[in-house]
């Protein structure tokens, strides 16, 4: 399998046989603009030091400062950060949100750290990164297995080396420390609002169509809830531990519980403690993406979706909840058995549209109630998913490369109002 950042490379060059933006541009965005790699140090709970490599890519920041998102996880790399960052840079743009892309990780595993350790590494990732982050030029937010609670951690150790607060600095803030209402939610409600948009241009009800979600975290989940309380029939959902699978429908307000008390969708199901949601059976991950079923939407990490199993899919549309679920030798074969994919850079772009908000807020001090938000979130998402699906049709091209076409266009414009010097930063 190529690397994660040629796969994207590949959608690029796809996009480019339908779109006429300068050679600049396009050289510029064949690599990040700034990549930082730095040792983050944790001061263990029993005295020992541990060191773990800690990143963040700034890709682009032609139309604004650099935003995207910071995950812990052992699997984060160079490679991979750069990738999630360059997508960054083309989601901003799909939805016209004033921001360039950006992307940060640490490669630890945050389940075996206790709660004090967890925030000794958050603030010492700030540390670290402090003189590369900033309002104005890189803005980090959450991502997998970061959530408001190391956000605040990472403001508040931002605000220590500042002396003085800057809250709009980071995103996805607990709302006791100036988080937006809605921005824990948003990036399932936004995929919610894209599959909506589609369902409805493509005549179809959500009444008798069948949905698989993996991953059940903060995007999933609430995309899985979403979907059941509209009428469609959620049939799977999965997290690290494995699958469960109920042909008649799962009960999802009994999963969210079952995992709370669980820590886990699977452990436990067989013996029918989940509520409404006891019967059916436990799936690994690799049966759910097979599944016979109307929707997929993966929700977890990236290449779940490869040339392997593209040709046993059987949903006839995957919701990209996740940042590369599909790598980009499955392409090919979900286009050649007619499977449409909603892309990442569209469907999961709710959470940095209300980060945009939280930043917007945050600079104004003047916070906007959860319906306001919401209602600009579906507005934005319905208008973008418009846009994306329109382009499509016209260019008689597939949604990723439509709403790749619509984000070079823009950057190009930009790159072009900008002049030349735009692709230099200061004093580099
Ligand atoms: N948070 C956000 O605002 C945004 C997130 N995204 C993308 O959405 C995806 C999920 O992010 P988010 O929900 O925030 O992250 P979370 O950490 O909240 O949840 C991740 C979920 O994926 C599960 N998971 C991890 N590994 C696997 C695996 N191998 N197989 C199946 N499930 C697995 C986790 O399981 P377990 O619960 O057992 O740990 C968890 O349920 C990522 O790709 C992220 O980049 C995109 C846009 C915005
Ligand atoms: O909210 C943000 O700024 C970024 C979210 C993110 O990392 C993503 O969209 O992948």
Known sequence: MPSLFDGAGARISAALEHVDISEDTAQRL??????????????????????????????????GPAKGGIRFHPDVGADEVATLAFWMT????????????????????????????????SRAWVDKVADFIGPNTDIPAPDVNT????????MDQYRIINRGEVREVITGKPVEMGGSAGRATATGDGAFHTLTTMMQRWDRQAEGTTVAVQGFGNAGARFARRCAE????????????????????????????????HRSVASGYSEGDVGGAGRGETLGNDELIELDVDILAPAALE???????????????IVEIANGPVASEADATLAANGVAVLPDI??????????????????????????TVAERLEQRMVDATKRVADRAESLEIDHRT???VI?????DAAARARGTSSFFRDGG
């Not at 699978?245 to 709370?260: F, M, R």
Request: hydrophobic fraction near 40%.
């Open 30 to 63: 064949a690599q990040p603009d700034t990549a930082l790699k730095v040792s983050v140090p944790l001061r263990r709970d029993d005295g020992t030091l541990t060191l773990y490599p800690g990143y963040r890519v700034r890709y682009d920041d032609t139309l």
């Open 90 to 121: 083309i989601k901003c743009a799909v939805l016209g949100l004033p921001f360039g892309g950006g992307k940060g990780g640490v490669a630890v595993d945050p389940k075996g750290l206790s709660p004090a350790e967890l925030e000794r590494l």
């Open 147 to 154: 959530n408001p609670r190391v956000m605040g951690w990472m």
């Open 230 to 261: 509209a009428g469609y029939t959620v049939v799977a959902v999965s997290d690290s531990s494995g699958a469960i699978h109920d042909p008649n429908g799962l009960d999802i307000d009994a999963v969210i519980a079952h995992k709370e008390a």
């Open 303 to 317: 290449n779940v979706v490869t040339a392997d199993n593209a040709d046993r899919v059987r949903a006839g549309t």
């Open 346 to 371: 569209l469907a999961n772009a709710g959470g940095v549209t209300v980060s945009y908000f939280e930043w917007v807020q945050n600079r104004q001090a003047w916070y906007w109630d959860a319906s």
């Open 402 to 404: 439509a709403a790749y």
């Open 407 to 411: 984000a070079l266009e823009k950057l």
